[in-house]
């Protein structure tokens, strides 16, 4: 059995046991479905879906919380029992850090509630993609280095994203935004090929003056291959990259131009099945 058909009856499995059964899950019925340890499981986990196992698990269980407050009158500490947190208190601040809300304040308000969605692991992705020629682009934001050696920077991306939200950087860049539409960037630029570090930035449109401790960065007018991903962040621009690798780029085979690749975020709710994240490519067209 392929392993997308493996995590689609896991997670599966995940989804009866939260919904129906209303337990937790067993690592080590799991570890058996996918015919290997639950630690070697997570890793696989974790590289195909984009999030950690944990994590996919969490979002699930606070979504359907969402749910029920929003549909039944269940008392808020019976649903923090049903979905495996030991105290109302443990609950209200993990509901409050996935939606943005208390629980009572999500039962009592018309606000809307993040969602993290079903995967659906077998269903094939298409993706659209076009050539797009676009002016030159001032972006300001934060930078940081990241080793390449065994794929670390798999791991010290996403935890430069957390913590430019922890710190406030992530806000500051959000007012200092004038791009139309406006969006976040993750830029992959220089690569040292003798340290094999890389330079990665969150970046946004701006013509305002970088603040202390923030960078600048003037990209050329360039033509871009432009590849829309649609659904949940980061998983759909996971699949986006995976398609790149393996399909586009045998089969279009442009030149690259030297400008550094880029990642979109547009603005809005991440978790939104129509959420829309791009992948940007610089080519060199051909006379």
């Not at 629980?103 to 969602?115: F, T």
């Not at 993750?186 to 969150?202: A, H, Q, R, T």
Request: a negative charge; hydrophobic letters at 35%; glycine letters at 4%.
């Amino acid at each position: 059995m392929e392993w997308n058909e493996k995590l689609q009856k896991i997670i599966d499995y995940i989804e009866n046991h939260l919904q129906r059964k209303e337990e937790a899950v067993d690592n080590e019925e799991i570890a058996k479905m996918a015919g290997c340890s639950f630690d070697f499981f997570q890793k696989v986990f974790s590289y195909m879906i984009g999030i950690s196992f944990a994590e996919y698990v969490r979002s699930r269980k606070l979504t359907l919380a969402g749910y029920d407050l929003k549909s039944t009158d269940l008392r808020i500490v019976d649903i923090s029992y049903k979905y495996g947190y030991n105290s109302p208190t443990s609950f209200t601040k993990a509901f409050q850090q996935f939606h943005g809300v208390t629980p009572k304040e999500a039962r009592e308000k018309n606000v809307e509630l993040a969602v993290m969605p079903k995967m659906q692991v077998a269903e094939k992705q298409k993706f659209l993609w076009r050539l797009e020629r676009k002016p030159s682009l001032r972006l300001i934001g934060k930078s940081i280095k990241v080793s390449c050696v065994n794929n670390e920077h798999y791991q010290k991306v996403p935890e430069f994203w957390c913590d430019c939200q922890k710190n406030g950087s992530y806000a500051k860049l959000v007012s200092l935004d004038r791009g139309n539409p406006k969006g976040m960037f993750g830029v992959f630029d220089y690569y040292d090929e003798n340290c094999k570090e890389l330079e990665y930035s969150i970046m946004v449109i701006s013509d305002e003056e970088p603040p202390d401790g923030f960078t600048e960065i003037v990209l050329p007018e360039t033509t871009w291959a432009v590849f829309d991903c649609v659904g949940v962040a980061p998983q759909s621009i996971h699949q986006g990259w995976k398609y790149l690798n393996e399909e586009w780029l045998v089969s279009y085979p442009f030149k690259h131009a030297p400008c550094p690749e880029l990642e979109w975020y547009s603005d809005g709710n991440s978790y939104d099945t129509n959420y829309l994240s791009q992948i940007w490519i610089p080519i060199i067209e051909e006379v």
